[in-house]
């Protein structure tokens, strides 16, 4: 399985945020989590992403242990927040070096694969444009390719279209099949 949860839940005192969540998820899958808003969804990603420790209960993701190896599981996992992770006055290719480095990536392995990613998304003419500059569609595919450049096992997308038009929404979710079929 990419992801296995038992009786996983998260106390902010009083209040339950996930109560006792059973999930299995098998590899090569989507899954979505819907619900209304303050029903659980991010927190379930940050608790299984190793963001926020569980009150009780345990999770897997990549067959890391999401407490005891949460390390480990880290490296396995592609993360794309609700918010930009990108830096709006870097370049497309310098957002995409530092986060290389950030992973501890070599060098040409992030040039490589920014180029791949680049091609796959569309944005190969943009590689030295800063972020600013982009359209809303063009920075959230820009956020999905900084989350998978690691090539992770897993891959968390919280809210991936959120603030997209129609055609956009649609090209993000081609893009993220794409990725799904090239990987």
């Known amino acids: 399985f990419a992801i296995r949860a038992t009786g996983l839940t998260k106390r902010y005192g009083e209040t339950v945020a996930v109560d006792g969540l059973e999930l299995e998820i098998p590899s090569g899958q ?4 819907l619900g209304p808003n303050g029903s659980g969804k991010t927190t379930t990603i940050h608790m299984l992403a190793t963001l926020i420790r569980p009150t009780s209960g345990s999770a897997e993701v990549a067959g890391f242990n999401v407490g005891r190896e949460a390390v480990r599981a880290r490296e396995a ?3 794309v927040f609700q918010e930009s992770a990108l830096d709006r006055s870097l370049t497309v290719a310098e957002n995409l070096r530092f986060a290389g480095l950030l992973l501890d990536l070599p060098t ?3 040039a490589k694969r920014s180029e791949e990613l680049l091609e796959l998304f569309g944005l190969q003419e943009h590689r030295a444009k800063p972020v600013a500059t982009l359209s809303g569609g063009m ?3 820009l956020d999905i390719v ?4 690691h090539q992770p096992k897993v891959l968390f997308l919280d809210e991936p279209t959120i603030g997209l038009d129609l055609p956009n929404r649609r090209r993000i979710w081609r893009f993220i099949e794409n990725l799904r079929v090239h990987t």
């Open 30 to 33: 989507f899954f979505g989590l």
């Open 77 to 79: 996992i592609g993360i």
């Open 108 to 110: 040409k392995v992030i």
């Open 139 to 141: 920075r959230r595919a």
């Open 146 to 149: 900084r989350g998978v450049l």
